[in-house]
């Protein structure tokens, strides 16, 4: 029986299966223009009455399921294949003329999908083991792998139910064997899965529901849902423990929030899950040698603008005339040497930049001190030392080696690796502080949040001690006048905090003037106080952004984010800083830290306290004095900084 023209459409597919491109297809007359998805595939036929014979209902039913088998087996390639659906005429008759003699289906694999998918596979995979690979060859495979599927899809849409399912049962082992090629190699397989169900995660620690692939399909990795049988802390370290065990280094655990279900656990706190990873995916990217390349030349250039930070404060130290000259921009000539520096010695005054260029550099070397200080490795000082002990064979060198190892057992300091420090210069404050990354697994958020805060508390701890010290010896103390640099008054009005403690000790008579002297010790440790306040806004991968994801939640995290943009947007928070840290905390720190396993449990012991302490003390030293008497005069003027 000659089939009616919606069931040459309906086997077709048109609109179920957007993976293959179609030859025009007829359409039912009844239909009056271009049918829909709803129409092609719930509408009846109107071609046939309610009568019909049996056998076109028969034939309907069929080339219908054929068309869900297509649909079902070849989700998800509409990445994998170059795809263009032609036009359909626009005269009904034609086409049904014009589809009873030709191909229903024809296919192509566009090569710069394919191609594009082979140097990114190529890429992950060189980079995850550095192994190196021909990438015409992978090029090559996919191409052939992909044309094979394509292939097997066309036979199933030209075939019975019959010939259809033993097409179909190949097509899902094609597929399965392409999602294989782009699975890493360290993919965590059934064998394995079966293990951790039953060895690992079991029936008194955490019962298992389901497993499936995570997200990021490409990972590798699995997503492990189910109920926890005990405390979620006993049940993470009872996991981690028996995969370390079980498969040593070859998978990373981490606890993440159930996808699926947003209802609290009955033992406390949001229902979890596992993430089970590749180690070879979890873990950070390693450090490369441009990074040290890198971190060099960003110290020399920080040192230089600290340099150069000195070098203007104690510009009253040259000559008045050269002064003079260089307040007029139309006196600029570089061919020119400036009026009053013929004879001039530059070394006293090179020197005079020292005590607020080596203030500058100690806050920010006690910072990054402090950083590493919590996450040195307790085996690094003594399996060295022991290393070195057996080698001379000294008795009593291997007695203190051993009690170092019990000490550094008992303190509990984290075994974390951090990459190069990559310092920010800034000309107004000598630098922005450091990009400093981890470079391994951070267990919990605990050890996120002091590591973090490690930093910031050594760099303030520093730098109050030079603002107390140099604001002393400015209000009176012992020393010679030529120490001292002249500041304009205006720019105490930069911190509300900071400005109103010098205002305090200075006196109202003194900040009358114009100008007051100070010593170099207090632009350091003012500096010092700006960049740590900085440093500590709670956004992005800064270490106030970590301490508050840690501390807080990732939820948390986003809105004081949301909030510190809008601070810095404004010229609310850091003044003329403002923009230049928002334009840098856009550009190399505004993603937050992934790498902790344990995402669930905050912070504890006080550190939120801590951190909400930490953070009004930043805001109360960016935010602005607010301007009176002279100071509005100054303003209007246009002088106020």
């Given at each position: 029986m000659r089939p009616c023209h919606c069931q040459i459409l309906t086997s077709n597919g048109v609109g179920a299966t957007p993976l293959l491109r179609r030859r025009p297809v007829a359409r039912c007359t009844a239909f009056r223009g271009q049918p829909n998805k709803q129409q092609q595939r719930l509408a009846p036929c109107p071609c046939r009455s309610s009568a019909g014979d049996e056998s076109s209902t028969s034939s309907d039913k069929v080339a219908e399921k054929s068309s869900g088998k297509i649909a079902t087996t070849l989700a998800g390639l509409d990445a994998l294949l170059g795809i263009q659906e032609e036009k359909q005429d626009a005269d009904d008759h034609k086409a049904s003329d014009e589809a009873k003699g030709s191909d229903k289906l024809s296919v192509d694999v566009s090569p710069d999908v394919v191609k594009s998918i082979?140097?990114?596979?190529?890429?992950?995979?060189?980079?995850?083991?550095?192994?190196?690979?021909?990438?015409?060859?992978?090029?090559?495979?996919?191409?052939?792998?992909?044309?094979?599927?394509?292939d097997r899809a066309k036979q199933l849409a030209s075939q019975d139910t019959e010939q259809g399912k033993v097409t179909e049962q190949n097509l899902g082992k094609d597929f399965e064997t392409l999602l294989g090629m782009l699975r890493p190699e360290e993919s965590v397989n059934k064998d394995d899965i079966k293990i951790l169900k039953e060895q690992?995660?079991?029936?008194?620690?955490?019962?298992?529901?389901?497993?499936?692939?995570?997200?990021d399909f490409l990972n590798g990795g699995i997503v492990v849902r189910g109920n926890l049988r005990a405390p979620r802390d006993q049940v993470f370290e009872t996991v981690l423990k028996g995969?370390?065990?079980?498969?040593?280094?070859?998978?990373?655990?981490?606890?993440?929030?159930?996808?699926?279900?947003?209802?609290?656990?009955?033992?406390?706190?949001?229902?979890?899950?596992?993430?089970?990873?590749?180690?070879i995916v979890a873990q950070p990217k390693p450090i490369v040698r441009w990074q040290y390349a890198a971190a060099t030349a960003l110290f020399g250039l920080t040192l230089l603008s600290a340099t150069q930070l000195g070098l203007l404060a104690n510009v009253s130290k040259l000559p008045k005339e050269t002064i003079e000259w260089l307040a007029r921009p139309e006196n600029y000539d570089p061919d020119r040497t400036p009026p009053g520096l013929e004879g001039f010695d530059p070394v006293p005054f090179l020197l005079s930049s020292l005590p607020i260029t080596a203030s500058v550099m100690a806050t920010q070397f006690a910072h990054e001190l402090g950083h590493r200080v919590v996450a040195f490795r307790k085996k690094g000082i003594a399996g060295c030392s022991c290393a070195v002990a057996q080698a001379v064979g000294h008795q009593g060198l291997l007695?203190?080696?051993?009690?170092?190892e019990l000490?550094?057992?008992?303190l509990p300091v984290m075994q974390i690796?951090?990459?190069p420090s990559l310092f920010i210069p800034n000309s107004q404050i000598g630098t922005f502080g450091a990009v400093t990354q981890f470079k391994s697994l951070v267990r919990n958020n605990t050890d996120m949040f002091d590591v973090s805060f490690a930093g910031p508390a050594a760099a303030a701890a520093t730098s109050l001690v030079l603002f107390v010290v140099g604001?002393?010896?400015?209000?009176?103390?012992?020393?010679?006048?030529?120490?001292?640099?002249?500041?304009?008054?205006?720019?105490?009005?930069?911190?509300?905090?900071?400005?109103?403690?010098?205002?305090?000790?200075?006196?109202?008579?003194?900040?009358?003037?114009?100008?007051?002297?100070?010593?170099?010790?207090?632009?350091?440790?003012?500096?010092?106080?700006?960049a740590t306040a900085l440093n500590s806004l709670p956004v992005g991968s800064l270490d106030g952004g970590k301490m508050t994801q840690a501390a807080y939640g990732q939820s948390a995290l986003a809105i004081?984010?949301?909030?510190?943009y809008v601070g810095l947007g404004l010229g609310f928070l850091g003044s003329s800083l403002a923009l230049p840290f928002g334009l840098y905390v856009l550009i190399c720190q505004r993603t937050t830290e992934k790498y902790v396993q344990d995402k669930i449990t905050p912070a504890a012991g006080g550190r939120q306290t801590a951190l909400a302490v930490l953070i009004i003390a930043s805001i109360l030293i960016l935010l602005p004095m607010l301007p009176s008497g002279t100071d509005a005069a100054a303003v209007n003027n246009g002088t106020f900084l």
């Open positions: 082979a140097q990114a596979d190529l890429s992950r995979r060189n980079a995850s083991n550095g192994k190196g690979k021909d990438s015409k060859d992978v090029e090559k495979q996919l191409s052939d792998q992909m044309t094979r599927i394509v690992i995660f079991g029936p008194n620690v955490f019962w298992v529901t389901e497993t499936r692939a995570t997200d995969v370390k065990q079980t498969f040593g280094e070859k998978y990373q655990v981490f606890l993440v929030p159930d996808p699926d279900s947003e209802e609290a656990d009955p033992k406390g706190g949001p229902r979890v899950a596992f993430q089970v990873l590749p180690n007695q203190i080696c051993h009690a170092i000490i550094a057992e008992a690796k951090l990459g604001l002393a010896w400015s209000a009176g103390g012992d020393i010679p006048k030529e120490t001292l640099v002249p500041v304009p008054t205006q720019l105490f009005q930069g911190s509300l905090l900071l400005g109103s403690i010098a205002n305090t000790v200075l006196g109202e008579s003194a900040m009358r003037n114009a100008n007051v002297l100070i010593h170099p010790l207090l632009i350091g440790g003012w500096c010092g106080l700006v004081t984010s949301f909030f510190t």
